[in-house]
């Protein structure tokens, strides 16, 4: 069974700075996806970024980008220039694509504290 | 475009009371779910649903029934409330993989038991 590993329950940043929070997975298989979830005191989960397996180049929004390494099996979130607004609970996510398989493996999170 | 959507925001139940949870989804998605979320647990999956009338257990599924009678509403129940179903649900949709695999979330549930 695969199983997604965030293994930083809390980080901290200065404002303007740059954060990464890391996450491993394991898994059998070649064909996935990968997600950053945020979710801010709102509660509400938000995509910030995925990744697809097949594609080596990783994934890029705006301040955040992702460095995926398949052979390890990891898969950080960098947060560039961090923004007070940034501070939430930051999940990694894991889908597999395989044909007739249709659950998320989420981690467990990461706080992330920005401070000004 | 509302996205996912649930009702009730906020809920407070007495212990052995029972209640349903709505979801709807207006983006026309094949598969829906139900999490529960504690504390230093991440997301839990109650049920999962693939398509209109279908439904299926998943991680945490005891004290829970589900049923997706129209493709844009699935329905949490909660037949007899324990205060271990004190959580923040959140329910999710999304297509079929190989259209697009991200998974959208509604805005969640805190149901306390007490």
């Known amino acids: 069974a695969q199983t997604v590993t965030q293994s930083q329950p809390e980080m901290s940043v200065q404002e303007a700075e740059t954060v990464t929070l890391s996450c491993t997975y394991d898994t059998s298989e070649s064909d996935y996806y990968l997600f950053w979830y945020k979710q801010p005191p709102s509660r509400q989960m938000i995509l910030v970024i995925r990744?697809?397996?097949?594609?080596?180049q990783n994934a890029t929004e705006n301040r955040f980008s992702v460095n995926f390494q398949k052979a390890a099996k990891s898969f950080s979130l960098k947060i560039s220039d961090s923004q007070l607004g940034d501070a939430a609970m930051y999940f990694c996510a894991y889908r597999s694509l395989t044909s007739g398989t249709y659950k998320y493996i989420f981690g467990t999170g990461t706080r992330l504290k920005v401070l000004a | 475009n509302a996205g996912v959507t649930q009702t009730p925001k906020f809920r407070v139940l007495k212990t052995g009371q029972s209640m349903t949870l709505l979801c709807a989804q207006d983006?026309?998605?094949?598969?829906m779910y139900w999490y529960r979320q504690d504390p230093g647990m991440g997301l839990r999956l109650i049920h999962y649903s693939v398509g209109e009338g279908t439904t299926a257990k998943g991680e945490v599924p005891d004290g829970y029934n589900v049923s997706r009678l129209k493709k844009q509403n699935f329905l949490l129940g909660l037949e007899s409330a324990a205060p271990s179903q004190t959580s923040v649900y959140f329910c999710?949709?999304?297509?079929?993989?190989?259209?697009?695999?991200?998974?959208?979330f509604g805005p969640g549930t805190r149901l306390l038991v007490l």
């Open positions: 990744q697809e397996a097949y594609k080596q």
């Open positions: 983006m026309n998605h094949e598969y």
């Open positions: 999710a949709s999304s297509y079929f993989h190989q259209r697009e695999p991200s998974q959208y």
